[in-house]
């Protein structure tokens, strides 16, 4: 079944679907969250757009999962079938081992916050937090407490009796929060909280969300975020999602260090990914062939499911920007480097350069204000290992742009 009908994210009517019963009491260790090969679809027919294809993911109780991945990759989606906004056309979603999937929104005792607040504009601070709570007959007795409770965790207790115009951005998502906290949800959804605030406001947001996840130890929470320094500040896994499919899960470090995907090892810190061919492989070294320049990468032990670094095979060599050296071409070990370009980035300098027998451009970071120009020549030395390989697929099995070049669907990413 397809589902447009989803209230705009602006709307104050999302409101109604965050304020509900309480959730009920967890069963025998059930995650509380689960998405069981959940499938969404818009619209009908030729407009069919596929939003989620065969998604699948667990959360435990306390847990944080970051839901990152580029604009449209299926994320609001993802969390609109869990919170009951959008109905999944195929597979089911459960919460404490409780199948949600035909319950309304209402019942599924979820607070969720979306970036752009959607508060009412005509309602003081107080009455937005208490609304939720009336609605779903929280004895009166107990919503001024309740209300008190919420807006001091997210230190509003000051501004109770403000209207939304009154406050600024980042007032007004903490009431959001207060809001979605104040049913003492046991699963917390958090759609690009922090999108529409300032930079400066967003790194503040994000150490009190910080804060915040401490006080609520036993909340499990799905973050969605196209931004990866929030995914890593927050999650204690990160979902990575792309065209509608999960790509890649694991723990931040997990997918740092070894980059399950080219996707991944791009999205998650950006990275050069060079086109190899492995020479060598000893444990979980290899050597490997790149351009005319033979290298030594960190070969980790690939996935269940995953072929492994045969010899002769094809690879992606991941290589972080901040891992290349910059100096003189007298260097020892030292390549030549042609600057094409260089952005200086307040912390670093991103230098891309060409590499005297590689094909691909590399970004290097260089710390500070590094002073160069195009047509530049400078000595690149690559660190020992000089890298991490990667499976050569961006890693979607299923789809076909496993062909794609990565450079391609990276493009914007270095
Ligand atoms: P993300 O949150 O990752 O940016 P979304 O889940 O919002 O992505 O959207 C996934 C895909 O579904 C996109 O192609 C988007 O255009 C489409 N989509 C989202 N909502 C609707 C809707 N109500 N009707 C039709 N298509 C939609
Ligand atoms: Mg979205």
Not at 307 to 332: K, Y
Request: aromatic share 4%; hydrophobic share 40%.
């Amino acid at each position: 079944m397809s589902d447009g009908d989803a209230p705009p994210k602006s709307s104050p009517m999302t409101t109604t679907a965050i304020a509900t019963a309480p959730a009920t009491a967890p069963t025998g260790g059930e995650p509380a969250i689960v998405f069981d090969r959940v499938g969404v679809s818009y619209g009908r027919g030729r407009k069919t757009t596929v939003a989620l294809t065969d998604f699948t993911l667990r959360v435990a109780a306390g847990e944080t999962v970051a839901l990152l991945g580029p604009s449209g990759s299926g994320k609001s989606t993802a969390l609109k079938a869990l919170a009951g906004f959008v109905r999944p056309t195929s597979g089911a979603v459960r919460l404490s081992g409780r199948d949600v999937t035909d319950l309304s929104p209402a019942k599924r005792g979820i607070g969720v916050v979306v970036q752009s607040y959607a508060l009412f504009p005509h309602m003081s601070v107080h009455s937005n937090v208490a609304f939720g709570l009336k609605s779903h007959r929280v004895p009166r007795k107990y919503i001024d407490g309740r209300v008190a409770e919420s807006l001091a965790m997210v230190g509003m207790t000051a501004y109770a009796e403000r209207l939304p115009r009154e406050l600024s951005g980042g007032q007004q998502q903490r009431v959001a929060i207060a809001r979605a906290l104040a049913i003492r949800p046991k699963v917390l959804l958090l759609d690009e909280p922090l999108a529409a605030l300032d930079a400066q406001l967003r790194q503040s947001m994000l150490g009190e969300l910080q804060e915040l996840r401490k006080a609520l130890p036993d909340t499990a929470m799905l973050y969605v975020t196209h931004d990866q320094s929030e995914a890593l500040a927050l999650a204690d896994r990160i979902a990575v999602m792309r065209d509608a499919r999960l790509v890649d899960i694991d723990t931040a470090e997990n997918l740092w260090q070894r980059p399950p995907t080219g996707f991944t090892a791009g999205f998650l810190g950006g990275a050069n990914l060079l086109p190899c061919t492995v020479n060598r492989v000893s444990g979980t070294s290899a050597l490997v062939t790149v351009g005319t320049h033979t290298l030594r990468a960190d070969a980790p032990q690939p996935g269940v499911g995953r072929p492994g670094w045969a010899v002769d095979s094809a690879a992606l060599l991941c290589i972080r920007p901040h891992t290349v050296q910059i100096g003189a071409t007298s260097e020892r070990n030292a390549v030549r480097g042609t600057v094409v370009s260089s952005v200086w980035r307040g912390a670093l300098t991103r230098v891309h350069l060409t590499i005297d027998g590689l094909t691909d451009e590399i970004s290097v970071d260089v710390p500070g204000h590094f002073d160069t120009e195009a047509a530049a020549v400078l000595g690149v030395r690559f660190s020992d290992p000089a890298g991490v390989l990667v499976p050569p697929t961006l890693g979607s099995e299923f789809d076909s742009s496993a062909t794609d070049s990565v450079a391609d669907v990276l493009g914007a990413q270095l």
